[in-house]
């Protein structure tokens, strides 16, 4: 089993709201991954948990906090977000060298 | 510095027909992975296919194949009797040198199957 659930499957908020993304996999992967995909682009990376430690931030807004409350939930808390920022948001998880993917949050920012 | 590409933008094949997704790379590191993702309208990145630098035989998944020529630095998928449902984007990525963890993605190649 590779699965890599995402909720919620759509998401629209307003430049002022808080919202959050969730991420959850259960095949005890030891990585965990968020990326951005803009249209007809391949996905940017954008933050990697190992056991539960940020490993990598690749420069991200603040407007963008990551959170893994544990080895199987990744959380992505958006706050003040631009319309720029509407894009696939994708997450992923590894235990050794393959990434696996969930389906992804469609997120409009109006 | 490390690069992958893929020249074609959009492809077409007939259903049933096999065809062929370009894909080169650049790297200085004698250990490398190179991987296939299929990702679908839907959003979803699906995991295909994986060649190591080291593997001795190209890589096959079902109908999925990994046309690995390491001189040539090119690592072409193959996906043999098309169906409807290989229309999709496809990606073609590299592990990042001396990172466990980032990928380098090429540009992708959207692929239409015809009925």
């Known amino acids: 089993d590779t699965e890599v659930t995402q909720t919620p499957k759509h998401l629209v908020m307003g430049m002022t709201n808080k919202k959050s993304l969730k991420c959850e996999q259960h095949m005890g992967h030891r990585a965990m991954y968020w990326y951005k995909q803009k249209a007809k682009k391949p996905p940017e990376l954008m933050f990697v948990?190992?056991?539960?430690?940020?490993?990598i931030n690749e420069s991200v807004p603040s407007r963008f906090s990551p959170e893994c409350p544990n080895s199987s939930l990744l959380n992505l808390h958006l706050h003040a977000l631009q319309p720029e920022d509407s894009a696939l948001y994708l997450c992923?998880?590894?235990?050794?060298?393959?990434?696996?993917f969930g389906p992804g949050t469609r997120l409009l920012v109006l | 510095a490390q690069k992958i590409t893929q020249t074609q933008p959009g492809m077409f094949v007939q259903e049933k027909e096999a065809v062929t997704l370009d894909c080169t790379y650049d790297t200085s590191d004698p250990s490398y992975g190179l991987f296939w993702y299929k990702q679908p309208s839907s959003g979803e990145m699906i995991f295909l296919i994986y060649?190591?630098?080291?593997?001795?035989q190209n890589a096959t998944e079902g109908r999925y194949s990994l046309n690995f020529q390491k001189a040539r630095k090119s690592a072409n998928l193959v996906i043999s009797a098309s169906q409807l449902g290989d229309s999709a984007m496809y990606f073609c990525a590299m592990r990042e040198e001396g990172s466990s963890y980032k990928l380098i993605f090429g540009s992708g190649t959207r692929l239409l199957v015809r009925p």
């Open positions: 060649q190591g630098s080291y593997d001795q």
């Open positions: 992923a998880s590894s235990q050794d060298r393959t990434q696996y």
């Open positions: 948990y190992s056991y539960e430690k940020l490993s």
